[in-house]
């Protein structure tokens, strides 16, 4: 699996990871057939320490499917940051995922963003898979 | 009759793309069973091995959180309406050792098991600690025992920083060293110590100062810091980069008789900085070289280093974050003093103006050394005096007053012929017993608290002052090797 990210979406991801460090952030990925097109940024409401969790609300998920429609694309999948720590899926990521959704992580490393991956649920859940990141223009 | 329920996109690939389905059943539970009997695939994404619901799947009935219902028992009538609504959820490991978790040989399992019959510690937490590295700053008196305690409890790597070589005034405290290191390389020494203590560790030793321009690239390396230094800037350095980097530094530092621990730059939790945001003036504190260290001391406050190291990587007890432990071995008592973050500090504060590693030695006010004169043994100021020079002077008959400013028990130890003996405690009040008509020059141990001494005597009106350059150390390393050192 692929995944290529449109103008603007791997910046504005960027921008979010950097703008809430130490703490992580979160968002959705909208697009179809492996391009991302849009983001948009949820609140993070996690009450288990945002600096390492995040926590997208039943209710914030909701307005996050309804948009989908009115951006005339499909929910693919969310990211989140990992502050200070490698852009790789935590065993939480793997607990709490959802199949079919990309999971785009940035690592930011004291507010900085660095690295930037993606990742799939396998479908028996028991890991991630890797999914090559390409950033259009 | 039945009712509808609604798929969320990641799940409509398994029911076959429809965004609702039309379940039959009376109670919520049942509509689900009808619904994964339907779509078989749903089931493991909904259901947890134990048969139980996944904590980030919500189900909704109309707009109602089953949960604040009868759950899977709330009875359904026709016409309601069932949602899938998934909490989306994840995060950084909550320490770096979470992800997949190496797993203990029988070997290993036979050498912790006296952690492993403990519940806090466990396989889990052996094999966090397996999983686990800390680096430590300096192989000396804290970095010995920290390092052989981790080593033997299993931790999975270790670094050491440290460019010094094995000396015999460090036996008395710095047990990763033996008198057959003497003259070796401390991270030599300090590598095969631990490997013998426990082959699985993996060591990783770096000869080289900890500076602003490494410091950041190693300390990412590293679950934890031990901070293990004996002088400000390289303390200031480590609390820094520390920060920068989100790593825990488990602190300690050691003086005399008495000794301090704590855990700063912990999420959270203060730095060294919210407690000393700015470095005491040059000279001021002596370090142990200077004013000596109880050879156990280090014991107590690496051990406690340790301990802090380990808790942080099992994420077991209380740790030391925003408390200040101060230990005295003569009164034999520990004090706890609470700290707060500051959200004025210059680097783990609000809005920090710290945000990049800086040059700690001019932070701390340390004057570089001349270069000059080093290489050429040329007096090239009228502040410093070199011990070749000093000799030279004396040969050629001079007679400048030689000044010791040392402790009187060190004077027992060497002394340069000659010499006269005034603390640098007590020379505010004995100044006037020294000459106006003859050049001093004064000398302690290694040449800082005779800098402090010159600087005195410039105030209260002495012109000719030289402060001899490296102490009564170089005098015996470069003039009189017959002398012992200490």
């Known amino acids: 699996m692929a995944l290529l990210l449109g103008p603007g979406v791997a910046e504005a991801i960027r921008q979010h990871g950097a703008g809430t460090y130490p703490n992580e952030c979160c968002g959705a990925l909208y697009g179809r057939d492996g391009v991302v097109t849009a983001t948009f940024g949820l609140p993070n409401t996690t009450e288990e320490g945002p600096r390492r969790r995040f926590l997208v609300r039943p209710q914030d998920y909701r307005a996050a499917e309804a948009r989908a429609k009115d951006v005339g694309a499909e929910l693919v999948g969310f990211y989140h940051s990992h502050p200070d720590h490698p852009a790789r899926p935590s065993q939480y990521d793997l607990d709490h995922a959802w199949p079919f959704f990309s999971y785009i992580i940035v690592s930011v490393r004291g507010g900085t963003p660095e690295d930037m991956t993606s990742w799939r649920l396998r479908d028996d859940r028991s890991a991630f898979d890797e999914e090559e990141l390409s950033v259009g223009t | ?486």
């Open chain 2, 1 to 486: 009759m039945s009712n509808t329920i609604h798929i969320p996109t990641p799940l409509r690939p398994f029911t076959d793309k429809n965004e609702s389905v039309q379940v039959n059943g009376s109670t919520v539970g049942e509509l689900l069973a009808d619904l994964t009997k339907q779509y078989e695939g749903l089931r493991k994404h909904l259901y947890a091995d134990d048969g139980k619901l996944r904590n980030f799947v919500n189900i909704y009935l109309n707009d109602e959180d089953i949960r604040y219902l009868q759950r899977e028992k709330t009875p359904v009538k026709p016409g309601d309406a069932l949602s899938i609504v998934p909490s989306v959820a994840g995060g950084a490991p909550t320490s770096a050792v979470e992800t997949e978790l190496p797993t203990l040989t029988q070997e290993e399992i036979k050498r912790y098991s006296r952690h492993l019959i403990m519940p806090e510690v466990g396989m889990d937490g052996q094999r966090k600690l397996k999983a686990g590295s800390v680096l430590c700053i300096g192989a000396g008196g804290l970095g010995s025992p920290a390092a052989m305690y981790l080593a033997a409890a299993g931790i999975g790597r270790l670094g050491v920083v440290d460019f010094d070589v094995v000396d015999f005034s460090n036996l008395q405290r710095q047990l990763l060293h033996g008198t057959k290191d003497v003259g070796r390389s401390k991270n030599e020494s300090a590598k095969s110590r631990i490997l013998d203590l426990n082959p699985h560790v993996q060591v990783d030793t770096y000869e080289t100062m900890l500076s602003s321009a490494n410091a950041l690239q190693l300390f990412r390396g590293y679950d934890v810091i031990l901070d293990g230094t004996d002088n400000f800037p390289t303390r200031y350095l480590v609390n820094d980069a520390c920060v920068l980097t989100g790593k825990p530094n488990t602190y300690g530092s050691i003086f005399r008789f008495e000794g301090q621990a704590s855990v700063f730059g912990a999420p959270g939790g203060p730095c060294y900085r919210c407690l000393y945001p700015e470095p005491p003036p040059p000279g001021l504190v002596p370090s142990c070289a200077e004013g000596g260290v109880l050879g156990v001391l280090p014991g107590i406050i690496g051990v406690i280093q340790a301990t802090e190291a380990i808790k942080l990587i099992t994420g077991i007890g209380e740790p030391l974050i925003g408390r200040f432990m101060i230990y005295d071995a003569l009164k034999m008592r520990f004090r706890e003093l609470k700290l707060r973050k500051d959200p004025e500090c210059p680097v783990c504060g609000t809005n920090p103006t710290v945000t990049t590693l800086i040059d700690y030695e001019q932070f701390c006010g340390i004057r570089p050394e001349p270069q000059t004169a080093q290489t050429t043994g040329a007096n090239v100021n009228d502040w410093e005096i070199t011990p070749v020079e000093l000799k030279k002077k004396l040969d050629a008959g001079e007679t400048p007053f030689i000044l010791d400013v040392r402790e009187p028990n060190e004077y027992q130890i060497n002394r340069i012929p000659g010499s006269t003996l005034i603390p640098l405690g007590e020379l505010p009040r004995r100044y006037q017993e020294l000459p106006r008509d003859r050049e001093i020059i004064a000398q302690c141990k290694m040449g800082g608290r005779s800098a402090k001494a010159q600087e005195f005597l410039k105030s209260v009106g002495f012109d000719s002052v030289k402060n001899l350059r490296g102490g009564i150390l170089e005098w015996i390393d470069k003039v009189d090797p017959s002398q012992p050192k200490y």
